[in-house]
Nanobody, 119 residues
Framework: QVQVVESGGGLVQPGGSLRVSCAAS????????IRWYRQAPGKEREWVAT???????NYEDSVKARFIASIDNAKRRLHLQMNSLKPEETAVYFC?????????????WGQGTQVTVSS
């Protein structure tokens, strides 16, 4: 069983920065990718970024050049540095670990961390 926990959310002013993190623990097989999503009130969950274990990340267009993901493979932890935040980016931020084990890939989700961008 794999447990995923997000942390680091909070309140930040527009234009400010915040770093959220996502840690996995338990019986972890081969990590295929780690994805960040966010869900604003009343909206669908949307994809933000995908990181692979070679520290390569693809970003959704609206966050490129402002968000930076980095992975610590040894600690099974992923960080998402978010800069120049906008009020419309207020959302619960989730991470999803895609892990290959026994011939299948499984997705493990955390409970999310709230990010509020407001003055």
């Amino acid at each position: 069983q794999v447990q995923v926990v997000e942390s680091g959310g909070g309140l930040v002013q527009p234009g400010g920065s915040l770093r959220v993190s996502c840690a996995a623990s338990g019986s972890i097989g081969k990590i295929m990718a780690i994805r960040w999503y966010r869900q604003a009130p009343g909206k669908e969950r949307e994809w933000v970024a995908t990181t692979t274990t070679d520290n390569t990340t693809n970003y959704e267009d609206s966050v490129k050049a402002r968000f930076i993901a980095s992975i610590d493979n040894a600690k099974r932890r992923l960080h998402l540095q978010m800069n120049s935040l906008k009020p419309e980016e207020t959302a619960v931020y989730f991470c999803d670990w895609a892990i290959y084990d026994g011939g299948k890939t499984y997705d493990y989700w955390g409970q999310g961390t709230q990010v509020t961008v407001s003055s």
